[in-house]
Structures are given as C-alpha cells and as structure tokens.
DNA sequence: TAGGCCATCTGGTCCT
DNA sequence: AGGACCAGATGGCCTA
C-alpha cells in the first residue's frame, strides 16, 4: 500500500460490512476466468481486497441477485470492460480538446482539469471576439443581429458536422468571412 | 515522501 | 432487463 493519506480510506461500505449469509463459490480469478486480462485485473482487486481483510467474510450482495455467482462474475467482466471502453473513448475526447486548445506547449500533457479550464477560457475568449464583431458589423436592427445570430449558429453546426483535422481553423474563417460579408 | 493525476474496479441509479 | 452513466475507493506512477 502506498505510503499516504488516501491509501488510509477503508474500503466501501459494502465490503465493511460482510454478509455472514454470503458463501463464495468461486471468485474472479480463478480457474475458469483465469489468464484473460480483466480477470487477472479482478482477480488482483480481490486478492489486494483479502490481503487486507485478512481473508474473512468479503463479499456481500451477490446472492440477493438471484444470479448465480458465475453469472454474475462473467456479467461483471463485460461492465467493467465495458467501463474500460467508456473511459477510453471519455480519454480520446480529452485529447481531441487538448489538440483543439491553443496554449504553451510544453513537454508536459494538460491534465484533464486544465483542459477544461483552458477550455471554458477559450470559448470565453472567441465569444467575446464574436460578440465584438457582431456587434461592429451590425449595430443597429435587432431582426439583423437576429440573422446573424442565426448564421453564426449556422456555421457552428456545419462545423460540427465535418469534424474534419482543420475543424477549428473552418470555424474560424466562416466567422472571418461572415463578418466581412455582413 | 507527500501529493497530484490517472486507470481501474465496483455498486448504485438512470435511461431506453 | 441490460447498458450507460456516475461517484467512491484504491493502487500505481511521477514529480517537487
């Protein structure tokens, strides 16, 4: 265990507080799920889990589900590859953000929240540009703002749809040529 | 070595 | 019912 504060949590509730119903047959790990990567996965969880229980009554609620254990070991591999994917594609998403950010580059990645942030910053910043050159090229009829509004929304949609490597740079000359043609 | 960041597992809840 | 989404827990890696 790592020597810190975090690593002093306990485990969740659910493994605090073992069910003396519970019986487990088999658990991840074993022979029948043995050698693929998420039950090695898994079955490292669950003998870092009984390391640290001292090997007592683990599991809870797995009975109650009126599955049995198999079932429900094989169903928890496919949500936790599942997950996997999910946080994969959640990593692919972070990355394309941090490609579309203009800042310092460095040697060092953004971490997911300064992405975020340097995010929001960047949207604040291209709005307020938009707003400027909204509001210089059409001033005064609300119906045109209006128009405008409504071809910048225009824009933003195509945009979206090509999502092509340049998508950023498209963006920007649809505004460029948007207010030159307002 | 403490703290930041991350990946993964997990159970609960929401949604289709 | 099953998958997606979410948040908590935990351990590993890296850096100051």
């Given amino acids: 265990m790592k020597s810190k504060g975090k690593g002093a949590k306990r485990s969740r509730q659910a493994w605090a507080e ?13 022979s029948e799920h043995e050698g693929s990567e998420a039950s090695v996965r898994l079955g490292r969880t669950w003998r870092t889990i009984r390391a640290e229980r001292g090997d007592t009554g683990m599991a809870t609620r797995r009975r109650r589900q009126g599955n049995s254990v198999k079932e429900r070991n094989v169903r928890r591999l ?16 972070f990355q394309a953000l941090r490609e579309a950010i203009p800042h310092v580059k460095t040697d060092k990645k953004l971490s997911k929240i ?19 050159m909204s509001s210089a090229c ?3 009829e609300e119906s045109q703002a209006e128009a405008n509004a409504a071809r910048l929304l225009q824009c933003y949609q195509q945009h979206l749809d090509e999502e092509g490597e340049e998508s950023l740079s498209k963006y920007l000359q649809h505004i460029r040529s948007f207010s030159q043609g307002s």
């Fill in 78 to 93: 496919e949500s936790n590859e599942r997950e996997r994917q999910r946080m994969h594609k959640l990593n692919n998403a």
């Fill in 138 to 140: 059409l001033p005064h």
């Fill in 18 to 30: 073992p069910d003396p119903d519970f019986q487990l047959e088999t658990e991840p790990g074993s």
């Fill in 114 to 132: 300064e992405t975020l942030t340097l995010a929001k910053n960047y949207i604040k910043s291209l709005t307020t540009i938009i707003l400027g």
